[in-house]
Nanobody, 125 residues
Framework: QVQLVESGGGLVQAGGSLRLSCAAP????????MGWFRQAPGKEREFVAA????????YYTDSVKGRFTISRDNTKNTVYLQMNSLKPEDTAAYYC??????????????????WGQGTQVTVSS
């Protein structure tokens, strides 16, 4: 069982920032593109951001472009999601995911090989 472990969630005021982290086993991390997803209460899980193996390819859902930045540190087997200018509508459980082949097509369909347990982000107005 591959374990992805997220951290960094919490409560923040609107306009504030948080940085989420997700650590993966080395073998999984080196062979996977990584993504972030979120699920708000009563809503379906949605794709937020993704980054390819090398870190040069990044993708974002429109609602977070210009505010969120995904990055990865291949020496630490960790992917990050820097979230700035947070809004109350960003409130959700955030999940890290890893995927090998066809990762972009899978991520935008909310599909991945492995998932983390989630970390809660709450943005107050």
């Amino acid at each position: 069982q591959v374990q992805l472990v997220e951290s960094g969630g919490g409560l923040v005021q609107a306009g504030g920032s948080l940085r989420l982290s997700c650590a993966a086993p080395p073998r999984t991390f080196s062979n996977s593109a990584m993504g972030w997803f979120r699920q708000a209460p009563g809503k379906e899980r949605e794709f937020v951001a993704a980054i390819g193996w090398s870190g040069y390819s990044t993708y974002y859902t429109d609602s977070v472009k210009g505010r969120f930045t995904i990055s990865r540190d291949n020496t630490k087997n960790t992917v990050y999601l820097q979230m700035n200018s947070l809004k109350p509508e960003d409130t959700a459980a955030y999940y890290c995911a890893a995927s090998g082949s066809n990762w972009y097509r899978r991520f935008i369909k909310n599909d991945a090989d492995y998932w983390g347990q989630g970390t809660q982000v709450t943005v107050s107005s």
